[in-house]
């Protein structure tokens, strides 16, 4: 930290420091070999006072004026979001009510520990809030016991695996390449640096194999089996994976980062009376702030609760957790149950609209939010469809598909997902359409007059159907 920096906060807390930099520090500092100058804190210090009394900030100061760079960026990126139709999967439109909730005072509080049982004084009001995310995160899945403090879903992930395993032991999760997720055991990730995972994919129909599942549990008596995907498009029988576990001594944990919201609606299979664990994010599906939560049987929490605290994390984030709250509320009420099934009916149109302009689909179908579009009989990669789709302001992005002969950063298919859509009121006349656009798009991806009308036909349904009711 430079020096003038360092004489600017001591003068800003001690009102009388003036006296002191001139009569003592000042004649000795200029005579230093290194002295280069240092701004006067005096000037500093008249900025940084009303009536005699030093501030800390500005209490009217915006964000335009305090950072015109960051909010010019702000500004950018919500102009992006109004008018791009958004097809990443794992993305999806927070509601007001939660935006404003990760914008309270709540960010100032320090709450390590668990409501009831802080390490800090003051908590009284935050405990109150994380109660009331992890009732309602209970009540939405009929869980025994929940931790609402995970910063992502892959702490979440982490927390189940540092409560019941250790390093060395071995578990069984979904291949990465086959549409499982990095935590489930990719050998770039901690999970399969530590852990000794063994995966399982999908058979000769593309179709989860269960009875690769079974075989492998035999043969390895694994400690964990975990379930869930980041790209299956298809439900997870859920019953069948945790019996496969019970027979083989094995615990089961489950990660609905993707399908969370659809299960919150109905329109997805619930987990939760199955598994021992269940982890998830807060946002995607479930349409909540950036965050993670772990719901397991009542015989689990302790082990749970001291993995994340003080196992991986410190103190949790009280704004975020808050943001939770008010998404769960969101989920229980009747219309997101509409909003669920409305998801599932987006995304079939979309698939079986883009069947019909000679794309294939990963599984043949979809039975939930998101699907695999093989691309190759177009004789394009998925990294240029992301490019030209995104230059006719369609967002979607690269994904390898089952034996993808591409790199990963180029891959042979690309990745849609209908709950942000959903979110902006597309029901299945614009996912039709939206199906129609990409198509069009991927006929000609090199003709830029067309990428230009398919911008212009997107343009108009954006405008339409606005996000935060922008026209």
Known sequence: MKDGVVFTLIEAILPGFQVFWEQLILPDAVNYPSFSGFTHPGAVFSSLTASGTPV????????????????????????????????????????????????TQLTNKYAEGYPGKRYYGGCEYVDVVEQLAIDRLKQIFGAEAANVQPNSGSQANQGVYMAVLKPGDTVLGMSLA???????????????????????????????????????????????????????????????MARIARENGALFMVDIAHYAGLVAGGAY???????????????????????????????????????????????????VIAGKAVAFKEALEPGFKDYAQQVVKNAKVLADTLVKRGLRIVSGRTESHVMLVDLRSKGITGKEAEAVLGQAHITVNKNAIPNDPEKPFVTSGIRLGTPAMTTRGFTEAEAELTANLIADVLDNPRDEANIAAVRARVNELTSRLPVYGKK
Do not use: C
């Not at 994919?201 to 379930?227: M, S």
């Open 56 to 103: 800390m900030f500005d209490r009217n100061l915006t964000l335009s004026k305090a950072d015109p760079d960051v909010w010019a960026a702000i500004q950018k990126e919500d102009v992006r979001q109004e008018q791009h139709i958004e097809l990443i999967a794992s993305e999806n439109y927070a509601s007001p009510a939660v935006m404003e909730a990760q914008g």
């Open 178 to 240: 086959e549409g499982g997720h990095l935590t489930h055991g990719a050998s770039v990730n901690a999970s399969g640096k530590l852990y000794n995972f063994i995966s399982y994919g999908l058979d000769a129909n593309e179709v989860l194999n269960y009875d690769q599942v079974e075989q492998l549990a035999k043969e390895h008596k694994p400690k964990l089996i975990v379930a869930g995907a980041s790209a299956y498009a298809l439900h997870i029988d859920f019953e069948r």
């Open 269 to 319: 299979p619930n987990p939760v009376p199955h598994a021992d664990f269940v982890t998830s994010t807060t946002h995607k599906s479930l349409r909540g702030p950036r965050g993670g939560v772990i719901m397991m049987k009542a015989e689990h929490e302790k082990i749970i609760n001291s993995a994340i605290f003080p196992g991986i994390q410190g103190g949790p984030l009280m704004h």
